[in-house]
């Protein structure tokens, strides 16, 4: 660095402590950034001019210290090992440090590892505030809070080449226990585009974090929660370890988050029944008998959220005797979580959306519900029309299933089916994935660039899921690439033509976020040229039918499996607040743990058992192979004869039909509505109890 160059930057830093104007072209530098160097003059005492060799800690205390954080460095290595493979090629390395600034691990590409080293970025180095001055590292340690510092926003001359990102790691008492950061020490980029990094550096921040959270507490039952279902036990949900009275002990960031506390200290102390509408007792008698996943809701904003509670694995912890090698083994559970749920998310971020193997097409979305059939009647008629659709609907109703099956039934069926899920992915990194980016666009780029998601599209369908968590500005990009029919990748200055059919999804009154001007008007416009209404399970005339299909669909390909009368009425009363996902979940939960095949009462969460607890319970088992007629005649016999009749009639049908609704309706020249109507006062099961027999 020219030495010019070190005095100016030197000269400025002092300026800005000491409240003097900016001469020049200087830059005005955020408030965390000037907070910092007046810390670093005033507090640490240093000289920004000054060149003072990197301090790199002895090898004794560098041993001593990793020892230390043993669970830690091994936590964190597969997900920095994923988040290296993300940004290998554009110069980055991955540093993890512990609180006090000392890196411990590194991923660094080993054609650069000199020119890390000679910038002092080398294992053991200190990199506190007040040994290097305002950095990624030890001002996301100062702050308590992730930073970028870049360039010229180091405080010291000797580091204005670096453009360091760093994120805290917080053990579950909260208190900052490591750094995660991604530096460079040559990055061209403008600081605003140190954004991309920041989001993948906190993403990754928080996976270890949780992954801590989980192995630390894991001899403590660790009550997990998400308001969707499917999240539950990933690493996004909210945790938190309760005592053997309940009480809570412990809270991670996100479950501070999705409850809406102000910090952990608002949770923690707190018995749990104070915090949802249940209590740790019969949660925790409930999942000794199984593991399931509970509806409840919190009490201070009535939110609706999905629990699983996990007991003590005392089991698995090792007495001090046993080798390394073991208490890798001992380790094991979280890592693989990691690095599964890494993959979870990632392609989520990344891939292009497969059609699966079974999608289902609008055939078999119809079903007998009146608005049903008025939306494939739609949807069909538009299939092939480049007409824009808006899918609305409760959560979990099958925006996601009905938008894939449109994209089946149009002539773009042979090109990609994209989705975005815009409330999943972060605000910071929607821009790139939607639209894409040119190789080196930014520090944390691919090198070989992106295509994005809307590219990916061209020539098939792009679904826009939640769409009114699109940020206003992108909202903006987003209109005008539907109405050039081009998209500009990030970095890039020429447009590429591109052809795509947009359906939308919203659970959210976009009509309503328009007049809180948060959703676009014209954009609302440009989108629902047809707007299709998805009934909540609740509301659909057919639940009945669509409940049997999805049993069939959980159990296909896998051994017989019926259900208890009972237990489908409990199925058919229950309100469904997660719809047809949540009935999936609760299928899947159930035929797993369910005996001899057969889904009883007691298979079901408690709420749904609730749901149904005034219904008589006295259940016909269907069971494959056994006959209908013998399974429940006897029990007839001791009621009026022309019940009895009546029922024998019906089971016979029944039996003719091998268990066929339609089929025995018309026989008997009744609706299903009424067979199924019959059925239920008779005390008949319906639970399908094969395939081939619904
Ligand atoms: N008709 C159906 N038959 C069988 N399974 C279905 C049906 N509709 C939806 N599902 C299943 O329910 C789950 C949720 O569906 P989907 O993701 O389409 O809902 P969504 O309304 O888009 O949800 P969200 O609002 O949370 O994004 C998926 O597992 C899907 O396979």
Redesign the pocket.
């Known amino acids: 660095m020219a030495e010019a160059t070190a005095v100016a930057h030197a000269e400025g830093v002092l300026r800005t402590v000491h409240g003097l104007p900016r001469v020049g072209r200087e830059v005005q530098h955020e408030a965390p950034i000037t907070n910092s160097w007046t810390r670093c003059v005033n507090d640490h005492r240093l000289d920004p001019s000054k060149l003072y060799a990197p301090t790199v800690i002895g090898s004794l205390d560098l041993k001593d210290r990793q020892t230390q954080h043993e669970d830690l460095v091994q936590i964190a290595a597969a997900e920095m090992d994923s988040l290296y493979d993300q940004i290998s090629g554009s110069g980055y390395a991955l540093l993890m440090t512990d609180a006090s600034g000392v890196i411990l691990c590194e991923r660094v590409d080993p054609t650069l590892r000199k020119m890390f080293r000679s910038a002092g970025l080398l294992i053991g180095a200190d990199w506190s505030e007040n040994r290097e001055g305002t950095n990624g590292i030890g001002t996301c340690i100062a702050e308590n809070r992730p930073v970028t510092v870049h360039r010229a926003d180091h405080f010291r001359a000797r580091h204005i080449g670096l453009s360091c990102t760093g994120a805290p790691i917080r053990d579950p008492g909260g208190s900052l226990v490591a750094v995660l950061d991604a530096s460079s020490v040559s990055s061209h980029d403008t600081r605003a585009s140190q954004m991309h990094t920041m989001a993948l550096v906190n993403l990754s921040a928080n996976l270890i974090e949780k992954c801590l959270f989980l192995r630390r507490q894991q001899n403590h039952t660790i009550l997990r929660f998400h308001s ?1 279902p499917e999240l539950v036990n990933l690493l996004h949900d909210g945790a938190l370890t309760l005592s053997g009275d309940g009480t809570v002990i412990a809270a991670d960031d996100t479950a501070v988050r999705l409850l809406g506390a102000s910090n952990r200290l608002d949770l923690v102390g707190r018995p749990l029944s104070e915090i949802f509408d249940v209590r740790a007792e019969d949660l925790m008698a409930g999942s000794r008998t199984h593991q399931a996943i509970w509806p409840v809701r919190d009490l201070r904003r009535g939110r609706r959220y999905f629990v699983s509670l996990h007991e003590p694995q005392r089991g698995r912890f090792l007495d001090a005797s046993e080798s390394f090698d073991r208490s890798f083994e001992h380790l094991r559970e979280p890592q693989r979580q990691a690095a599964s749920e890494s993959n979870l998310v990632r392609p989520m971020l990344q891939s292009v959306a497969q059609p699966p193997k079974n999608a ?1 097409t609008l055939d078999d ?1 119809a079903g007998e519900d009146p608005q049903m059939l008025r939306n494939v009647r739609s949807a069909r008629r538009i299939a092939d029309s480049m007409v824009s659709v808006l899918i609305q ?1 409760p ?7 009905f938008a894939r099956a449109l994209h089946l039934a149009s002539s773009r069926a042979p090109q990609n089916f994209v989705a975005v899920n815009c409330a999943a992915i972060p605000e910071t990194l929607i821009e790139s994935e939607l639209f894409g980016y040119k190789a080196g666009a930014f520090t944390g780029a691919r090198k070989d660039g992106m295509r994005g998601k809307v590219l990916q599209a061209s020539g098939g369908t792009l679904f826009l ?2 769409i009114g968590d699109m940020p206003l500005l992108l909202q903006t990009r987003l209109l005008r690439v539907l109405e050039e029919h081009e998209v500009v990748p990030l970095g890039s200055e020429t447009p590429i033509k591109v052809d795509i059919r947009v359906i939308c ?1 919203s ?1 959210r009154n976009l009509r309503e976020m328009i007049a809180k001007g948060q959703f676009r008007e014209d954009l609302y416009y440009r989108l629902n040229g047809i707007t299709l209404e998805l009934p909540s399970l609740a509301q659909r005339s057919d639940r009945d039918r ?1 409940i049997r ?2 049993f069939s ?1 959980e159990t296909a390909g896998g051994r017989p499996a019926a259900m208890e009368a009972e237990a489908f009425q409990c199925l058919m009363d229950y309100n469904w607040p997660g719809n ?2 949540e009935l ?1 979940n609760v299928i899947r939960t159930a035929l797993a743990i369910c005996e001899g095949g057969v889904i009883t009462r007691l298979d079901l969460p408690r709420e749904l058992r609730e749901a149904a607890a005034e219904a008589e319970a006295a259940p016909v088992l269907a069971v494959p192979g056994a006959s209908a007629t013998t399974a429940a005649v006897a029990e007839a016999a001791s009621s009026n004869p022309l019940e009895a009749a009546e029922k024998e009639a019906l089971l016979s049908a029944i039996d003719a039909n091998r268990w066929n609704m339609s089929l025995t309706a018309q026989q008997l020249g009744m609706s299903r509505n009424t067979l199924y109507r019959k059925l239920k006062r008779h005390r008949i099961a319906v639970g399908p109890a094969r395939r081939d027999q619904i």
Do not use: F, N, Q, Y
């Not at 959560?395 to 299933?401: F, L």
């Open positions: 969707r289902l979305l609907g959560t979990g109703s099958g925006k996601e299933v899921d939640e999804a659970h669509l299909e999805v669909i047809v996902r999936r």
